[in-house]
């Protein structure tokens, strides 16, 4: 969180300033009053113990009407006020985030007397007495005072956060407070909802492994004043928090208030020392056996889909000069493009490969065949899916799982010899079971990259809007071809809206034009809509102002990264007001129609697929394949390497940014 300028300082990331000033501890009086008139009695107490005992799918509880009305809404106003947050977008999530309110007590007077109902509301969370009511609630043991770890975040439509357990430290509580518009109520179809998920337990040679299924079964929305909150459980508490959905236009947007789903989140941790109930060591034990339980068991053996090399036969006597045949070039001109298979075009590539480790290729699909795939993806998109993943795989398409991982339907070849004449009647599967296996295709792709195939691995996805993503994963071990080849006919994914506008039955002088390679070279990020660079620290009422929604960020792309060695921040930031926000992205794929793209990825680099919004025309259709090579020695050749970083300290501006930032 950025607040004014109050309190700037030359404090490396703002903790010069911090003084160290007690904090508050309220009178039990003062903490009635906070809370609402009766939450205290026994008897309310005894049921939300019960009600939070006989939770599905894990234990958890919803209280209405947590806190006094009358200051909720002060604090509400305060942060409406005084409050400025800080867009960022990773892999797993895209909000609007405050820092940690735990450095309140840091912040000087005049910053403070703009924030006496804030200040109030953590103190009051923080009391002996409410933290009492919740051990006796979860039956979590003793909770600590001392260590607050709060913060404000706010969804707009588009934001999202997508499937983890919470499990970081020694974090004991989690819980969600809401601070939604009091006069206009939330509703259900706005999303934003904290949705749970349920865990399978497997048993392997008397091993257990628990995995999360693909599909939520408890969905709790957003209410003014509702406080939602479980226990951290290592392996057991999934959960996300749904996209808050676009409006139908600007004019419904603001009669719904900006649909701004903002609340306090944050922990309740083991007691620390000093405190009661505090244990010497237990933090570290409880750290270490969070780990143990996250590990446990054979969770590769439920990750799917399952990596399928199949390996190639080295030639027995290696040609002086690779060159495609006229055999060869029949064949592939039933797929691809005249373009891509002549010897100047393939000489152009390779050289554009050489220097940047990758290229992207326009309308690399003949017109016929593409056609053909056009309308059966199109097809596809018309018919119903089912909800369900088990029903959904009772047909040719699996999902990916466990979610905290990814999540897309997919389609893998059967990799036999004898190809299935079905597979010819659908275009997908020829391209996955007969056109990129194909050695022709190989020898093409050979000489393109000046790489020799050693194996390769093919894959069908479709990622559906509103549900569907691939969080980052890091390649470890050789340099290996990648390539994507975008399938997704529906426009609006922000990614050369104009040539993707191709009319069907074009001139294939026209379709076959081949772009120049886009390869990542400097850092840059094509400019998502909504961005500022300018300054990127908005006031929760600013972003209630109806933005437009068409050209809106709608995901769908693939991003590659440089990794990062700080395993204390978030893997994959893709995108923040910082300057430097995209300076370890290495190349980016949008959503495309017949566009293939080709990269050398290298060991260490992460890769992942954004979310597809709700707010998407379509789904993101791709065929995805990696090819395990062995790289010609030839002088002058580079490859892909990671982007220089900014050493660029950001400048404070207000109490330091939380260091969890995965709130809800």
């Given at each position: 969180?950025?607040?004014?300028?109050?309190?700037?300082?030359?404090?490396?990331?703002?903790?010069?300033?911090?003084?160290?000033?007690?904090?508050?501890?309220?009178?039990?009086?003062d903490v009635h009053k906070s809370f609402r008139k009766g939450l205290f009695a026994k008897d309310i107490l005894e049921k939300y113990t019960k009600d939070y005992a006989e939770s599905e799918p894990y234990k958890h509880s919803v209280i209405s009407?947590?806190?006094?009305?009358?200051?909720?809404?002060?604090?509400?106003?305060?942060?409406?006020?005084?409050?400025?947050?800080?867009?960022?977008?990773?892999?797993?999530?895209?909000?609007?985030?405050?820092?940690?309110?735990?450095?309140?007590?840091?912040?000087?007077?005049?910053?403070?007397?703009?924030?006496?109902?804030?200040?109030?509301?953590?103190?009051?969370?923080?009391?002996?007495?409410?933290?009492?009511?919740?051990?006796?609630?979860?039956?979590?043991?003793?909770?600590?005072?001392?260590?607050?770890?709060?913060?404000?975040?706010?969804?707009?439509?588009?934001?999202?956060?997508?499937?983890?357990?919470?499990?970081?430290?020694?974090?004991?509580?989690?819980?969600?407070?809401?601070?939604?518009?009091?006069?206009?109520?939330?509703?259900?179809?706005?999303?934003?909802?904290?949705?749970?998920?349920?865990?399978?337990?497997?048993?392997?040679?008397?091993?257990?492994?628990?995995?999360?299924?693909?599909?939520?079964?408890?969905?709790?929305?957003?209410?003014?004043?509702?406080?939602?909150?479980?226990?951290?459980?290592?392996?057991?508490?999934?959960?996300?928090?749904?996209?808050?959905?676009?409006?139908?236009?600007?004019?419904?947007?603001?009669?719904?208030?900006?649909?701004?789903?903002?609340?306090?989140?944050?922990?309740?941790?083991?007691?620390?020392?000093?405190?009661?109930?505090?244990?010497?060591?237990?933090?570290?034990?409880?750290?270490?056996?969070?780990?143990?339980?996250?590990?446990?068991?054979?969770?590769?053996?439920?990750?799917?889909?399952?990596?399928?090399?199949?390996?190639?036969?080295?030639?027995?006597?290696?040609?002086?000069?690779?060159?495609?045949?006229?055999?060869?070039?029949?064949?592939?001109?039933?797929?691809?493009?005249?373009?891509?298979?002549?010897?100047?075009?393939?000489?152009?590539?390779?050289?554009?490969?050489?220097?940047?480790?990758?290229?992207?290729?326009?309308?690399?699909?003949?017109?016929?065949?593409?056609?053909?795939?056009?309308?059966?993806?199109?097809?596809?998109?018309?018919?119903?899916?089912?909800?369900?993943?088990?029903?959904?795989?009772?047909?040719?398409?699996?999902?990916?799982?466990?979610?905290?991982?990814?999540?897309?339907?997919?389609?893998?070849?059967?990799?036999?010899?004898?190809?299935?004449?079905?597979?010819?009647?659908?275009?997908?599967?020829?391209?996955?079971?007969?056109?990129?296996?194909?050695?022709?295709?190989?020898?093409?792709?050979?000489?393109?990259?000046?790489?020799?195939?050693?194996?390769?691995?093919?894959?069908?996805?479709?990622?559906?809007?509103?549900?569907?993503?691939?969080?980052?994963?890091?390649?470890?071990?050789?340099?290996?071809?990648?390539?994507?080849?975008?399938?997704?006919?529906?426009?609006?994914?922000?990614?050369?809206?104009?040539?993707?506008?191709?009319?069907?039955?074009?001139?294939?002088?026209?379709?076959?034009?081949?772009?120049?390679?886009?390869?990542?070279?400097?850092?840059?990020?094509?400019?998502?809509?909504?961005?500022?660079?300018?300054?990127?620290?908005?006031?929760?009422?600013?972003?209630?102002?109806?933005?437009?929604?068409?050209?809106?960020?709608?995901?769908?792309?693939?991003?590659?990264?440089?990794?990062?060695?700080?395993?204390?921040?978030?893997?994959?930031?893709?995108?923040?007001?910082?300057?430097?926000?995209?300076?370890?992205?290495?190349?980016?794929?949008?959503?495309?129609?017949?566009?293939?793209?080709?990269?050398?990825?290298?060991?260490?680099?992460?890769?992942?697929?954004?979310?597809?919004s709700k707010h998407a025309k379509g789904d993101r259709w791709d065929v995805n394949a990696s090819f395990g090579v062995k790289i010609e020695e030839i002088e002058g050749e580079e490859e892909m390497v990671p982007l220089e970083e900014s050493d660029?300290?950001?400048?404070?501006?207000?109490?330091?940014?939380?260091?969890?930032?995965?709130?809800?």
């Amino acid at each position: 969180m950025k607040r004014k300028a109050d309190t700037q300082s030359n404090g490396q990331n703002g903790r010069g300033i911090l003084k160290k000033r007690a904090k508050t501890v309220l009178a039990d009086e003062d903490v009635h009053k906070s809370f609402r008139k009766g939450l205290f009695a026994k008897d309310i107490l005894e049921k939300y113990t019960k009600d939070y005992a006989e939770s599905e799918p894990y234990k958890h509880s919803v209280i209405s009407s947590l806190i006094n009305d009358d200051l909720l809404r002060s604090v509400r106003d305060e942060i409406r006020e005084s409050v400025q947050f800080t867009p960022k977008e990773t892999d797993i999530y895209k909000i609007h985030q405050s820092g940690d309110l735990a450095n309140l007590d840091g912040l000087d007077d005049g910053a403070l007397e703009k924030l006496p109902s804030l200040l109030r509301l953590r103190d009051a969370m923080y009391s002996s007495k409410f933290r009492k009511y919740v051990s006796t609630i979860t039956g979590s043991g003793e909770l600590s005072g001392r260590k607050t770890d709060m913060a404000i975040n706010v969804y707009t439509p588009g934001c999202h956060l997508l499937c983890h357990d919470d499990v970081i430290g020694s974090r004991r509580i989690s819980y969600i407070l809401y601070l939604t518009d009091p006069d206009i109520p939330w509703k259900e179809e706005w999303g934003g909802a904290l949705r749970l998920f349920p865990t399978t337990a497997h048993e392997d040679d008397g091993v257990k492994t628990i995995t999360p299924t693909p599909d939520t079964t408890k969905i709790i929305p957003p209410a003014w004043n509702q406080l939602s909150f479980f226990a951290v459980q290592p392996g057991l508490s999934f959960h996300d928090v749904e996209e808050v959905y676009h409006a139908e236009s600007g004019e419904q947007l603001q009669k719904d208030g900006g649909r701004i789903r903002m609340a306090i989140s944050g922990w309740f941790h083991i007691p620390q020392i000093g405190e009661e109930g505090y244990i010497e060591g237990e933090e570290e034990k409880w750290g270490k056996n969070s780990s143990l339980k996250q590990l446990q068991g054979n969770p590769d053996r439920y990750d799917f889909p399952k990596p399928q090399p199949i390996a190639v036969e080295p030639p027995s006597e290696p040609a002086a000069e690779k060159e495609l045949t006229e055999a060869d070039l029949d064949f592939l001109l039933k797929y691809m493009a005249p373009t891509y298979l002549t010897p100047d075009t393939l000489e152009d590539m390779a050289e554009s490969f050489m220097d940047a480790s990758t290229v992207t290729l326009d309308g690399l699909l003949s017109n016929k065949f593409s056609t053909r795939v056009r309308e059966y993806v199109e097809a596809q998109e018309a018919a119903p899916l089912p909800e369900d993943s088990t029903e959904i795989e009772k047909g040719s398409w699996k999902v990916a799982k466990p979610p905290h991982k990814h999540r897309f339907l997919y389609m893998q070849p059967f990799n036999s010899s004898n190809v299935d004449k079905a597979s010819l009647e659908d275009p997908i599967k020829e391209l996955t079971e007969v056109f990129l296996p194909s050695r022709q295709f190989r020898l093409w792709l050979e000489i393109a990259t000046k790489c020799d195939i050693e194996n390769y691995d093919i894959l069908a996805r479709r990622f559906r809007r509103g549900l569907d993503y691939a969080l980052a994963t890091s390649h470890d071990g050789e340099p290996r071809l990648e390539i994507s080849l975008g399938l997704t006919p529906s426009p609006g994914w922000g990614a050369d809206e104009e040539e993707a506008d191709t009319e069907d039955g074009e001139d294939d002088d026209d379709e076959e034009k081949r772009e120049e390679p886009t390869a990542k070279t400097n850092g840059s990020k094509p400019k998502q809509n909504g961005e500022s660079k300018s300054s990127g620290k908005t006031r929760e009422e600013e972003l209630e102002e109806p933005e437009e929604e068409e050209g809106d960020d709608v995901g769908g792309h693939e991003v590659y990264m440089a990794g990062d060695d700080d395993e204390d921040e978030d893997a994959a930031v893709y995108k923040t007001s910082d300057e430097s926000e995209d300076d370890n992205v290495l190349f980016t794929m949008p959503a495309s129609w017949n566009k293939m793209s080709i990269v050398l990825r290298d060991s260490g680099v992460l890769k992942f697929v954004k979310y597809v919004s709700k707010h998407a025309k379509g789904d993101r259709w791709d065929v995805n394949a990696s090819f395990g090579v062995k790289i010609e020695e030839i002088e002058g050749e580079e490859e892909m390497v990671p982007l220089e970083e900014s050493d660029e300290e950001e400048v404070f501006n207000g109490f330091p940014d939380s260091d969890d930032s995965d709130s809800d």
